[in-house]
Each structure stands twice: as structure tokens, then as C-alpha cells.
């Protein structure tokens, strides 16, 4: 197998994913692969590049950051990962956001991307790109190697990597691997982006790295004193209690205890003056709206998840937690993307914390509307 051309530093698509092998970079998308096997996947195959910018979980921002801030290390990134004239490179954003605009201003090819929670997915941004419907699909093999989708048609092979992992595979080329270690952990190396929104005095993007303290994070962003949880991950992540993000680190190991991970660099403090209970009824009713329309757990088990939800929220005596611990047991593993895996996941978490709310509205009171007087 041929070790393909030279990028713009020189380096060989092997060199270059020996590289960031030696960084330890992993995706900020938020599943955490190591870029350099899929950077030396995708030099082995020739593949496309989509450089995914779509902001798609909810809470996310640090695309967007990156873009407005970092767009020449980006733009240098890009082309480590895809030199050549015979590789194309495409930037994904949400259709009319600012983030595209700047994409267009910039003069790079920009892919168009319905603002729907399912369409930023991987499989379904390469199913985009070549002029298929935004919509995730069945993968048999991994998407860098190419294939074929349901219809028969074949898929070219292509790479997608988030806006913030190309940028860093800039910086490990600019600054080297012992820079990149420089920060973070040892298993979690490097800098890396968090969104943190809600009841914040000062929501943003923060420059920081796996291993600080929750409690850094939640000082840094000016945290409502009042709020009792909090979501990492956004609707795949998980809900803590704010008594337990201040016992641990936003890292892997410290998350593990309550299903979670950093993920895509989301942290959402939720609003103490609301019901939580509603505030998760109204994500999940959200998400059974976000089916790509394709896959059962999907087009039914979401839905069927978010109503077993609102059912107990709303009739505690007649719709017990078994049968939204059943509704959400029922999707992991079963579709065409981790979508249902994501949402299964956060309601189960939200289950467990919120269980002291719960029972308190089973006894026919919410602990939230009497602390704050809000009329029901």
C-alpha cells in the first residue's frame, strides 16, 4: 500500500497519523476515536474529507467558536488531513447559520445541512455529501473504507472529523506531540473546547482540557448558586446532580461513575426556578421529533419513550418509572446510529437523579414550584 503524497508540512499521510498517534488526539466530536487510525484509514483509501462544523448536539457551540476564531488552523488542518488535488475537503454547518456564512466568506466548499438533531450525524453528513438525504446510514464496515447504501448505490470513501479535531491536528503539527501533552491527562491528552450554557451569568466556549475540576467550570461560567443539576453531553449525554459534578473532574474516569464522558463539550446548568421533571419531558418530546424515519427504535421507541415520560410526569399514580425504564431499555444498539443509544441514555440518568423529585410528585407536590411560588 502506497503511503500517498506529501501534505502541505511535508508529512505523509502515515507520518502524519503516527504523529497525532504519538499526541494522543482523539475526536471532539464526542466518540473519542483516535484520529490517527481514521487519518491513516482515510490517506489508505483516498478518502473525501467533511469537516463536520454543525454545532448538532444541543447546548453545542465550540464549532462555531472554532470557525470564528481559529479558521486559518482550520483551514491548515483540513488540508494535513486531505492534500492533493485529488482529495475534495467540504465543510459542514447548519443551513443559514452564521457559521456556514463564514464558511462561504471564506471561499471553501460548504455542505448545507438541515438543522435537524440526525442529519450532523456521521453517516448521515457522508449520505449528504453525496447527494443523498441527510440521514444516517446502515454501516456495515466503517464509512471510511466506502461502500454502499440502501439503495445499492456506492459511497465513496470519506472521513469525517469534527471542526475541533481538525484544529488540533494543526496545532499537534504546528507545536508537536509533547506540546499537545503539555495539558490534560495522561490517557486524555491535550487541549480541548467546552460549551457551557443555562443558567449561567457567562455562557460561552472555554478554552480548557480533560481533568479539571467540575467545580472550575461551573466557577468559570458563573453558575446560578440556586441550580441543583446539571447535563453533560447535551440529550446523549447524562443529568447529574450539581452535588455530584462538584465531587468529580470533567474526564472519562470521572464521569464513568454516572454513565457519562466528556463527549462533545457540553455542559448545561439547568434552571433552578424550573421543574426538571419538564425540562426532560420537553428534550424528549424533542427528541421523538428528530426521527430520521428510517429505523423502528427510532420512528417508535423514542416517542414511545418521550410519552411514557410526560405520562409520568403527569399521572405519577398511573404511569410507573418500570415503564420508562422499559421504553428507554428498549432502544440501545438497535438503530442505524446511536441516537436511540443517546437519548436512552440520558433518560436513565435523569431517572436516577431525579428519583427524590419524582416521589415528591407522586405525594402531589413539586419541590421546585413550592420553592419558587410558580403558579402551576
Known amino acids: 500500500m502506497s503511503r500517498g503524497p506529501s501534505g502541505p508540512a511535508g508529512l505523509s499521510g502515515h507520518e502524519l497519523a503516527d504523529l497525532l498517534d504519538a499526541a494522543g488526539l482523539t475526536g471532539r466530536g464526542g466518540a473519542a476515536f483516535r484520529t490517527g487510525v481514521k487519518v491513516r484509514a482515510a490517506h489508505d483509501h483516498g478518502a473525501h474529507l467533511v469537516v463536520n462544523a454543525c454545532d448538532g448536539e444541543l447546548g453545542a457551540a465550540k464549532?462555531?467558536?472554532?470557525?470564528?476564531?481559529?479558521?486559518?488552523?482550520?483551514?491548515?488542518?483540513?488540508a494535513l488531513v486531505a492534500p492533493g488535488r485529488r482529495r475534495r475537503t467540504t465543510f459542514a454547518a447548519h443551513r443559514g447559520s452564521a457559521t456556514a456564512a463564514r464558511l462561504h466568506?471564506?471561499?471553501?466548499?460548504?455542505?448545507?445541512?438541515?438543522?435537524?438533531?440526525?442529519?450532523?450525524?456521521?453517516?448521515a453528513l457522508v449520505s449528504l455529501a453525496n447527494g443523498g438525504l441527510a440521514r444516517p446510514l446502515a454501516k456495515r464496515r466503517p464509512i471510511v473504507t466506502g461502500g454502499r447504501h440502501a439503495a445499492g448505490g456506492r459511497v465513496p470513501a470519506t472521513v469525517v472529523l469534527n471542526a475541533e479535531t481538525v484544529l488540533r491536528v494543526a496545532q499537534v503539527v504546528e507545536h508537536g506531540p509533547e506540546w499537545f501533552r503539555g495539558v490534560g491527562t495522561l490517557d486524555e491528552p491535550g487541549p480541548r473546547l467546552v460549551a457551557l450554557s443555562g443558567a449561567v451569568a457567562y455562557p460561552g466556549v472555554l478554552e480548557t482540557a480533560a481533568g479539571v475540576t467540575f467545580a472550575s467550570l461551573l466557577e468559570a461560567c458563573g453558575a446560578d448558586p440556586g441550580a441543583e443539576h446539571v447535563v453533560v453531553g447535551g440529550l446523549g449525554g447524562v443529568m447529574l446532580s450539581v452535588a455530584e459534578a462538584r465531587s468529580t473532574t470533567w474526564s472519562t474516569p470521572g464521569?464513568?461513575?454516572?454513565?457519562?464522558?466528556?463527549?462533545?463539550?457540553?455542559v448545561i446548568v439547568l434552571d433552578p426556578a424550573r421543574c426538571p421533571l419538564t425540562v426532560v419531558s420537553e428534550w424528549l418530546a424533542y427528541a421523538g421529533g428528530e426521527s430520521a424515519g428510517q429505523c423502528g427504535p427510532c420512528m417508535f421507541g423514542v416517542p414511545s419513550l418521550a410519552s411514557a415520560w410526560e405520562g409520568l410526569v403527569r399521572s405519577p399514580s398511573s404511569v410507573s418509572v418500570d415503564a420508562v425504564r422499559a421504553a428507554a431499555g428498549l432502544l440501545p444498539g438497535r438503530g442505524?446510529?446511536?441516537f436511540p443509544d443517546g437519548v436512552a441514555r440520558f433518560a436513565g440518568s435523569a431517572l436516577r437523579v431525579l428519583s427524590p423529585h419524582l416521589?415528591?410528585?407522586?405525594?402531589?407536590?413539586?419541590p421546585t414550584e413550592g420553592a419558587h411560588h410558580v403558579a402551576v
Not at 63 to 78: E, K, M, P, Q, T
Not at 255 to 265: H, S
Not at 359 to 366: D, K, L, N, T, V
Request: negative net charge; contains cysteine.
Open 63 to 78: 464549532d462555531a467558536y472554532v470557525v470564528d476564531r481559529h479558521l486559518d488552523s482550520l483551514l491548515r488542518g483540513a
Open 105 to 123: 466568506a471564506a471561499g471553501v466548499p460548504v455542505l448545507e445541512v438541515p438543522a435537524r438533531y440526525v442529519s450532523s450525524e456521521e453517516s
Open 255 to 266: 464521569l464513568a461513575p454516572f454513565g457519562g464522558a466528556p463527549g462533545p463539550g457540553v
Open 336 to 338: 442505524a446510529c446511536r
Open 359 to 366: 416521589a415528591a410528585h407522586a405525594r402531589g407536590g413539586c
